[in-house]
């Protein structure tokens, strides 16, 4: 059903972004990029969203937007971790975590947090992933927000690839750290964890 909805939010992005250039209004223009560049990268057409994304992000930066630096840096962090790029997808989701705690958006801070950890375990940190997993599950009960169902199934992959990778039990223990870690020592862990070298280059 989403993917109907989404061929149809396209054609209204798509209006409201000529209208916003007509008009010359930057916010405008920088949304309907960046909410155009999300429907295309959920319809898996990445090299055209992440095109938008890079248009949207340097006007929210010159508005000093952080809620919308915040989203455009969320999806281009889905398409580089959708284009085998994990490290890259850890750079943007972290500045997502980052813009988006000054803005005060508890929900999107327990999305970014789902994000984070499954690039974790892209990255061959599982426990690590499982601690913030279980940290984001704490966070979604405390603030009230149920998983979008259009999500269920890609979350529940992450979730059995790091039971893949750790073990049912030493995933529990993990997932119950998280739960009982302070949102602020969730964060903390985030921003602490060292970024791989880049291909061609020496550790960072």
Known sequence: MWEEDDVRAQGLLEESL??????GNAHSIALALSNLGGVLT???????GQALLDES????????????????????????ERNGDPR????????????????????RVVECLEDIAGTLESLGMSEKAATLFGAAE????????????RVQAEYAGRIQDVRGTLG??????????????????AI?????VQLPPAHGQGPQ
Request: aromatic share 4%; charged share 25%; proline share 4%.
């Open 88 to 107: 890259h997808a850890l750079i943007h989701f972290r500045r997502t975590l980052t813009f988006t705690q000054e803005a005060g958006n508890q929900e």
């Open 168 to 185: 049912e039990e030493a995933l529990e223990a993990a997932w119950a750290a998280g739960r009982s870690m302070p949102l602020e020592d």
């Open 138 to 149: 704490a966070l979604r009960a405390a603030i009230d927000v149920p998983r979008p169902k």
């Open 42 to 48: 959920r319809q898996g057409r990445l090299a055209h």
């Open 57 to 80: 992000l340097p006007i929210y930066e010159a508005l000093g937007d952080k809620d919308g630096m915040a989203a455009a840096h969320g999806i281009l962090g889905t398409i580089a």
């Open 18 to 23: 000529a209208l916003a250039r007509t008009l």
């Open 188 to 192: 903390a862990l985030v921003l602490a």
